[in-house]
């Protein structure tokens, strides 16, 4: 970006340009290689690489401490790593573009159209004390939208996607429950439509009852709207659920990847083998 112009580039066409099936031989929607990240000398990311093509779920399973949620922060663009490209076809103008090495401004706008995060703390995700509307209609507005009707309509059909109460919505989050919560953040995620959604543990701690319901409202919106997503979780039953493919992270670096089942059936490394063993 030049010292000319400090405005956000216009990616609000930057949505999913695929409609391809999963797996199919095409070029990777995202592709991220070599990501080194330290904090104060130590090592939480070392050399990992990763693909996800498009209309297709991505899990990341490890122990806590393996890198994971560093991980999906960098995706998001929230840090930026100590070395490692990161790549979203998104658009042609955005076609090659190593997204860690744009400018703030270029890095936010990707941040805004291009990608949705539900965080395992609501309180990351959410201003707990702005309506729940409220909260979806901040992100449609930051990326450019203007009028109280139109924010109010867009946070509505949303919310009603995320499968959220619509006679709620102009609760706070910090009035609602943890299940009620996290639709609150999935809807504000999908607003723009982003052509990437991350999720870190976005089931944990809630009931089992209210996990299986957002777990159905997650595969109903994947089907439907043929999402691109990267799950992290330590539940195994969640990433069976909805990944196509698994990688296997332990101190930082990717141990094993593949198909789910054929990671979660048999796993060829000891560490994973412990991993599921573990859950069973």
Known sequence: MTATSNRLPDLSSARVQFN??????????????????????????DDVSLEVFAGEVL?????????????????????????????????????GKNLFALERFERR?????????????????????FTSSGNVAER???????????LREAARDSL?????????????????????????????????????????????????????????????????RDMTIVLVSHDLGVIRTLADRVLVMRNGRVVERGLTDQILDDPQQAYTQQLVHAKL
């Open 20 to 45: 391809a099936p999963r797996l199919r031989s095409a070029p990777p929607l995202l592709h991220a290689s070599g990501i080194v990240k330290r904090y104060d000398g130590r090592l939480a990311l």
């Open 59 to 95: 899990g990341i399973v490890g122990e806590s401490g393996s890198g994971k949620s560093t991980l999906l922060r960098m995706l998001n663009l929230e840090e930026l790593p100590d070395a490692g490209t990161y790549r979203l076809h998104i658009s042609e103008a955005m076609a």
């Open 109 to 129: 706008s990707v941040q805004i159209h291009a990608i949705g995060m539900v965080y395992q703390n609501p309180h990351l995700g959410l201003r707990m004390r």
């Open 140 to 150: 449609l507005l930051i990326a450019g939208e203007r009028g109280f009707a139109a």
């Open 160 to 224: 009603a996607a995320s499968e959220f109460p619509l006679d709620r919505m102009d609760d706070p989050p910090r009035v609602l429950s943890g299940g009620m919560q996290q639709r609150v953040q999935l809807a504000k995620a999908l607003a723009l439509k982003p052509a990437l959604l991350l999720l870190d543990e976005p089931t944990t701690g809630l009931d089992v009852s209210i996990q299986a319901a957002v777990l159905d409202t997650l595969k109903r919106l994947q089907r439907e």
